[in-house]
């Protein structure tokens, strides 16, 4: 099996910092683009040598229309835009973007250097439209105050869940990122009491431990995501983190899966247009702002494709 770019059966560091760029002129940039992130490694490894505990790693994405100007011969069977939700006041838009870094660290400034000096390898080819340093709050919690993560797949059922395999075998080892920035609305949402709080996520707040069914409303966060399918349950390998300011918040939500309509089976259900009348009332607190698909190859392809622009 061809390597992945990062350990995908370990959690990430405490710190998180998502860039996704735009590449003006793909056809024109795309080579520099690919010679960029060939600095890249050699970057990580300088800076990883400062702090080995920090763990610092950098994730490469490519967005759909980007990676059929660069491998325009082959493509991953499930990539595909990012389509966007409307389902009366909720809005899941797609913002897509040609190019994600996907930075994790315990080392807030590692991380910010990493991304100085990638912008800075990729030059004048890439234009950043979003930048958003998250974080681990509170024992993996989400703003709203509950644990965040509790389905997560453990040790090695996280690779079966994410990496591609024997169903597209020339894209093995890759993965695909799921990505969708939320913008919580904290003001209303503190004013309910906690066991409102909890009715509308399914979980207790202290400890996260999920209610009964007869218990758990049908419109609760966990009822809409949890799915299962012929007795098993639909994963994906999240890796979403907190971010914001004291006047603006949320979550960015990233994950990482061999297959992207299960996370939009889950987005569907959470946005009320699965077609059983229901919606996640979380929805109410919080709305999605960004939406992008980028494939992940693994670490010999992602070299293939430098190597193939240095000539």
Request: aromatic letters at 8%; one cysteine or more; proline letters at 6%.
């Amino acid at each position: 099996m061809p390597r992945p770019q990062f350990e995908i059966e370990k959690d990430g560091g405490i710190e998180a910092r998502f860039l996704i760029l735009q590449v003006p002129n793909p056809q024109a940039n795309a080579a520099a683009v690919l010679r960029g992130l060939g600095e890249l490694p050699a970057i990580v490894e300088r800076l990883a040598a400062i702090d080995r505990g920090a763990g610092l790693v950098c994730v490469v994405g490519f967005g759909p229309e980007f990676w059929d100007v660069i491998s325009p011969s082959r493509r991953p069977a499930a990539l595909r835009q990012f389509e966007p939700i409307r389902s009366g006041s909720r809005r899941a838009p797609a913002t897509g973007g040609d190019l994600m870094l996907h930075i994790m660290s315990n080392r807030a400034d590692l991380s910010f250097q990493l991304a100085f000096e990638a912008i800075g390898a990729l030059g004048g080819a890439v234009k950043v439209v979003d930048d958003v340093r998250s974080m681990h709050y509170l024992e993996s919690r989400d703003l709203t105050g509950f644990i965040d993560g509790t389905e997560n797949p453990k040790g090695a059922e996280r690779s079966a869940a994410a990496l591609i395999g024997e169903e597209d075998r020339e894209f093995a080892g890759g993965t695909y990122a799921y990505n969708q920035r939320f913008v919580h609305n904290l003001k209303k949402w503190v004013r309910l009491k906690p066991a409102d709080q909890e009715k509308i996520i399914g979980r207790t707040k202290p400890d996260s431990i999920e209610f009964s069914d007869a218990d758990k409303p049908p419109t609760a966060h966990i009822s809409r995501v949890v799915i299962e399918e012929n007795g098993e349950e639909l994963q994906i390998v999240r890796y979403s983190f907190p971010y914001g300011t004291v006047n603006k918040a949320g979550l960015m939500f990233i994950a990482y899966t061999r297959d992207l309509e299960i996370p939009h089976k889950m987005l569907r259900r959470m946005m009320g247009v699965a077609g059983d009348g229901l919606h996640d009332r979380l929805m109410e607190f919080t709305r999605p702002v960004s939406g992008a698909h980028f494939f992940v190859p693994s670490v010999e392809m992602l070299s293939e494709l430098v190597s193939g622009a240095r000539g």
